[in-house]
T-cell receptor, first 109, second 114 residues
Framework: EDQVTQSPEALRLQEGESSSLNCSYTVSGLRGLFWYRQDPGKGPEFLFTLYSAGEEKEKERLKATLTKKESFLHITAPKPEDSATYLCAVNTGFQKLVFGTGTRLLVSP | DAGVIQSPRHEVTEMGQEVTLRCKPISGHDYLFWYRQTMMRGLELLIYFNNNVPIDDSGMPEDRFSAKMPNASFSTLKIQPSEPRDSAVYFC????????????FGPGTRLLVL
């Protein structure tokens, strides 16, 4: 069965304190790994797609990387506005996404 | 583009009542997805359509749930009769193959069944 596990469940950082979120997956055939950001009361907002091991994508203070078994979302010098839940999902084929349960990030000023 | 539009944003109903959730996908997208999000189970895919045709409904919890897509710009998810355990946030998302299969989500409908 395809599975996505995210850790930690929750993370509290001070402003400027860099860290990483982890997404590990077991799928029969990976056709893309997606990172989304979700703010309270809103729908998930697309951040990145990664397709092959070794691939990296960056956007402002976020950088996503991918290996054969896991992906990391690195947050460099975070700001309070980066506080959100970060969701990881894998496309196992035929447009179906399997989501992890997310990491709740809180950045304190 | 206005993005994916969902209505209503909030719905409170009593057990046994029929509930209808509505979605307008992004214009030009040929895939539409319905998800349910709860604290316990996270985001779960219920059903998805391609070119208005249901492709996979294996995530629909039971016969009380049904979904339709009568045209490319409108879809409904219906629960009849509703039960308290159906309380959740329901999201609609759309995508197109040309866009690399990235799904774009609507703001969700928060459903509370009393």
């Amino acid at each position: 069965e395809d599975q996505v596990t995210q850790s930690p469940e929750a993370l509290r950082l001070q402003e400027g304190e860099s860290s990483s979120l982890n997404c590990s997956y077991t799928v029969s055939g990976l056709r893309g790994l997606f990172w989304y950001r979700q703010d309270p009361g809103k729908g998930p907002e697309f951040l990145f797609t990664l397709y092959s091991a070794g691939e990296e994508k960056e956007k402002e203070r976020l950088k996503a990387t991918l290996t054969k078994k896991e992906s990391f979302l690195h947050i460099t010098a975070p700001k309070p506005e980066d506080s959100a839940t970060y969701l990881c999902a894998v496309n196992t084929g035929f447009q179906k996404l399997v989501f992890g349960t997310g990491t709740r990030l809180l950045v304190s000023p | 583009d206005a993005g994916v539009i969902q209505s209503p944003r909030h719905e409170v109903t009593e057990m046994g009542q029929e509930v209808t959730l509505r979605c307008k996908p992004i214009s030009g997208h040929d895939y539409l997805f319905w998800y349910r999000q709860t604290m316990m189970r996270g985001l779960e895919l219920l059903i998805y359509f391609n070119n208005n045709v249901p492709i996979d409904d294996s995530g629909m919890p039971e016969d009380r749930f049904s979904a339709k897509m009568p045209n490319a710009s409108f879809s409904t998810l219906k629960i009849q009769p509703s039960e308290p355990r159906d309380s959740a946030v329901y999201f609609c998302a759309s995508s197109d193959r040309e866009g690399g299969e990235t799904q774009y989500f609507g703001p969700g409908t928060r459903l509370l069944v009393l």
